[in-house]
């Protein structure tokens, strides 16, 4: 029940979410979860693949592709990165509105299966964050200049 909480909070948020906000979310005056409570649920959460962990913003968000029949043929392991299903952990991060967008790029993917197969490392995990200004934003910033 209490996993399933915390996604439910963190599919609601409008953006990424920290440990510590769900924490504040989940107490009540008869309820005081302690912070490893939140944490052993995340780390369940991301050993599944239903989120992912921002690192530049120490926030989480949803997984967005596993809404999309495309990931699921692509990655019917639910992200089991040592097959390198590396695709679903590069996103676009906002500096205005601190949006984070998913992205599923395939000449990202192979980039980086080519640079590990060349190496002969075994990734174990992979995220890109990529920082900039959403169109939204980017639009805005070249009103207000103009």
């Known amino acids: 029940p209490q996993r399933r909480e915390i996604l ?5 948020a409008q953006a990424p979410v920290g440990a510590y906000d769900l924490l504040e979310q989940i107490k009540s005056p008869d309820r005081k979860p302690a912070p490893p409570t939140v944490y052993r649920a995340l ?6 693949g239903l ?31 040592d097959d390198m299903c590396l695709h ?3 996103f676009l991060i906002c500096r205005g509105c601190s949006g984070v967008t998913e992205i599923t790029t395939p000449a990202v993917l192979d980039a980086v299966r080519h640079a590990c197969a060349a190496e002969g490392f075994v990734v174990q995990s992979a995220s890109i964050e990529i920082e900039g200004l959403c169109r939204a934003c980017a639009a ?3 009103h207000a200049h103009t």
Not at 8 to 12: C, F, M, P, S, V
Not at 43 to 48: G, H, I, M, R
């Open 140 to 142: 805005k910033a070249k």
């Open 8 to 12: 439910g909070l963190i599919l609601k």
């Open 51 to 81: 989120i992912h962990r921002i690192e530049r913003l120490s926030a989480f968000v949803p997984c967005t592709h596993l809404l999309h029949a495309q990931h699921a043929h692509d990655c019917e392991h639910n992200h089991d990165h």
């Open 43 to 48: 780390d369940f959460l991301l050993e599944q």
């Open 88 to 90: 679903t952990a590069q």
